[in-house]
């Protein structure tokens, strides 16, 4: 469970990037951060991957209460969750296979299981064949598609993206929101911020909308399902 408790996060300058915003996501659950840019959502992920920090509030992820992680600790939290941008800033010096490597050599795996687990998130994403390339060598969809085999060669269990489909066509970006649909599938919690409204239609999932900083929908999936029966309850026929 991921639960936001009153977070403010407001900047030296006097900007509130986020005003007093409480919301659940359930284990396991797809959810869109949907609003207008500078709306805060790049903020409320940054603050999940622990690149930010509320000025007020709580964040908990798993009961864990981020703001007591001790910095030495901070890498180890990291490696639950995958984080995705929209660019993915591969290295144009080293191999695809390389670049997804990477998260696993700075947390010490031997060979054999990087190479395992490489080949696995390629094989996820379908760039398998495409593992001795560089970067250079890709289009920008499939480059997309390296960044999130990066954030899942761990296993993460929470997978946050910030606009990953922000420099795409149409068409790609709903191959990428299919892709980021598979992992969710499978159980791993999903959070994803975009501004493309009708993208994020297509997709059957609940969409959490901030303003300005402000929080304008159902704080949880357990209060949108009850909205919605409470709905369906009055548009019923009454008889008699």
Do not use: C, W
Request: proline content about 6%; overall charge positive; glycine content about 8%.
């Amino acid at each position: 469970m991921i639960t936001f408790l009153n977070v403010v996060k407001k900047y030296p300058n006097g900007q509130v990037a986020l005003n007093n915003i409480s919301l659940e996501i359930a284990p396991g659950e797809m959810v869109f951060l949907r609003g207008h840019s500078g709306a805060g959502k790049s903020t409320l992920l940054r603050m999940l991957a622990l690149l930010e920090h509320p000025t007020r509030g709580h964040i908990t992820v798993s009961g864990k209460n981020l703001n007591q992680i001790k910095p030495g600790k901070i890498p180890y939290y990291r490696r639950r969750l995958g984080f995705i941008t929209q660019n993915p800033k591969l290295l144009n010096n080293y191999t695809i296979f390389e670049n997804v490597a990477m998260p696993l050599v700075i947390a010490g795996y031997d060979r054999i299981e990087t190479t395992r687990r490489v080949r696995a998130a390629l094989e996820r994403v379908g760039l398998l064949d495409k593992e001795g390339l560089k970067p250079i060598n890709l289009s920008e969809g499939e480059k997309q598609r390296i960044g999130i085999a990066r954030a899942v060669v761990h296993k993460p269990r929470f997978l946050i993206a910030d606009e990953p489909t922000g420099n795409l066509d149409p068409e790609l970006s709903l191959e990428i929101m299919k892709l980021f649909e598979r992992f969710h599938q499978v159980g791993v919690t999903v959070l994803i911020a975009s501004h493309d409204a009708a993208l994020l239609e297509r997709f059957p999932y609940r969409k959490l909308h901030l303003d300005h900083g402000k929080l304008i929908t159902p704080v949880s999936a357990f209060n949108e399902k009850s909205e919605k029966k409470e709905l369906s309850a009055q548009k019923e026929p009454t008889h008699g």
